[in-house]
């Protein structure tokens, strides 16, 4: 009869969640990330900027443990950061050299493990090893309360009787097998139940003992991942310090100067400084001078700026290096929906009061827009041609609406003007568009002033996008406001020496200028 193992249980009987499924995937950045802060850091530096240290030669030691640090502190980060992060088994390219070399050293292994056990009498070397594997990741399962369940696999799985056994042939492993996958089927996640159950299945030791570890890799990894959860909530309140003690590390072994971030703020001072956007702060009357600016308005605009930013010629400022990828992202989909935007209000301004409040006419032509420019940032994508595609679906599906709806299909040379509009909305130049990226900028930066964010009205011409860029805008800020958490300090120092309250022009103007 197999030995089935119990359930495990709290003290009031219920029953103890060991791990939970993972839902998404996202890549840490830690690998990448000491590269790219070498570079920024190793810029020469301008009067203008934060002293650095002289340069000094750095030992491979002291890379080494940056490099661990900036590991640990893009961990830490991605952890608080990304709800969704999980830990994930890494996955070889088919056909790599890793992956041969891998698959020849498995293969090796268990046909070793397969011609001793068809030895005559069978020799259960590797087998025990394997064995003594599979109980101590039994038992790295288990959390402190689950005394009656280690007992029962210590008792079980009991390396030295095994052994005994084996010596006089009287080893049972199909009935051992049996009681490691019940063990299992108890301490998976509901996720894992599938494959407990084709283990049952598989009636060949040597098969089944690789699906077994196959199975327990897997375990171990919603293990972690339930681990992470479990801090994500301990580890928020923490983590603003620990970040910025990792950064500040780093800095010193690197002697860095944060020029990219003095430099990206800088460039945000002198946009500021020359529109009229001290306005949204509240100010009468645009600020004339550097030492005008308020510094939190300097900030703001430079967080916008992040949305715009040419990531294939531009190294991006030190202290937003971990975000990199989700201001990137986040960017992206703001393009394809300035571009959804500006589509919609040619078609609106151009049929008006025809198609007025159809609200669900105006979603799908959205989603016809999406669809077709998916895959826009691409290398490969030509816009051009897309919006030529949007331009011709576009007229179709209004014509059609029209009919439905009782109004005169669009003349043909109306037609024509409606598609040639909408296809000049690829350009980057284009009035429309350039208006629509101007409204959404506008209201990100109000948001982003705001105290009470559910109270910032959307611009016109924003109505169909609303749902999209208010989802897009939550991240923006959670971004923000963890990021000025962290690197606040660093920023008044770089600010002050920017805002220079007593000179009026910015720093690196020349004389002539003052």
């Known amino acids: 009869m197999p030995l089935e193992p119990e359930k495990p ?24 990330l000491p590269n790219q802060m070498s570079q920024g850091a190793e810029i020469s530096h301008s ?56 698959d020849i050293m498995k293969k090796a292994f268990w046909d070793c493990l397969q011609a001793q056990l068809m030895e005559d009498p069978p020799v259960y070397h590797h087998a025990i090893k394997l064995l003594a594997e599979i109980k101590e990741t039994l038992l790295s399962l288990l959390l402190p309360g689950h005394t009656r369940l280690r007992n029962q696999i210590n008792e079980v799985l009991d390396l030295e009787l095994i052994k005994q056994e084996a010596e006089n042939g009287a080893l049972n492993i199909p009935k051992l097998a049996d009681f490691i996958i019940g063990m299992m089927g108890t301490l998976c996640a509901p996720i894992r139940d599938d494959d407990i ?80 956007m ?30 715009k930013w040419d990531h294939a010629r531009r190294l991006f400022p030190e202290t937003v290096l971990m975000d990199q990828s989700r201001f990137e992202e986040m960017q992206q989909e703001l393009n394809q929906l300035t571009i959804a935007a500006a589509v919609l209000l040619v078609i609106y301004n151009m049929t ?10 105006l979603d799908k032509l959205k989603g016809i827009i999406k669809v077709l420019l998916t895959g826009m940032h691409s290398h490969s994508f030509h816009l051009a041609e897309a919006m030529t595609s949007v331009s011709e679906q576009i007229c179709v599906e209004v014509n059609n609406c029209l009919s439905q709806h009782g109004f005169p299909r ?18 980057q130049d284009n009035s429309v568009r350039k208006l ?55 920023y008044d120092t770089i600010l002050a020496k920017v805002l220079r309250r007593n000179e009026p022009k910015l720093p690196g103007a020349s004389e002539k200028e003052q």
Not at 11 to 29: A, C, F, H, L, Y
Not at 410 to 427: D, H, N, R, W
């Open 278 to 307: 001290s306005v949204l702060d509240g100010a009468t009357a645009c600020a004339t001078d550097v030492s005008a600016l308020c510094p939190t308005l300097v900030l703001n605009h430079a967080y916008i700026k992040l949305l």
């Open 197 to 276: 159950k084709l283990l049952r299945n598989i009636s060949d030791v040597v098969p089944l003992f690789r699906e077994i570890f196959a199975v327990l890799d897997l375990m171990k990894l919603d293990l972690v991942n339930f681990a992470i959860s479990s801090i994500r909530p301990h580890l928020m309140k923490q983590s603003v310090d620990f970040e910025r003690m990792c950064f500040q590390k780093f800095l010193d072994k690197q002697h860095g100067s944060l020029e990219l971030s003095t430099e990206w703020l800088q460039e945000a001072a002198s946009e500021v400084l020359g529109s009229d």
């Open 47 to 102: 009067g203008s900027t934060l002293p650095s240290a002289s340069p000094n030669l750095v030992s491979a030691e002291e890379l080494i443990e940056a490099e661990k640090g900036i590991c640990n502190m893009a961990l830490a980060h991605e952890i608080v950061v990304n709800e969704s992060f999980i830990i994930k088994q890494r996955d070889l390219p088919e056909k790599s050299f890793e992956k041969t070399i891998e």
């Open 410 to 427: 669009l003349p043909p040379e109306e037609e024509m003007v409606l598609k040639g509009q909408i296809q000049a909305t690829f350009s």
């Open 352 to 361: 008006g009061a025809a198609i007025s409040g159809l609200s669900g006419f």
């Open 9 to 32: 249980r709290e003290d009031n009987g219920e029953e103890i969640p060991v791990s939970t499924q993972p839902n998404m995937q996202r890549d840490s950045e830690a690998e990448n």
């Open 436 to 490: 629509i990226d101007l409204r959404i900028q506008t209201f990100m930066k109000m948001h982003l002033m705001s105290s009470n964010p559910k109270s910032v009205a959307v611009p016109g011409g924003l109505g169909p996008i609303r749902r999209e860029l208010e989802e897009i805008t939550v991240k923006f800020l959670h971004l923000v406001n963890y990021n000025k958490l962290v690197f606040s300090l660093y």
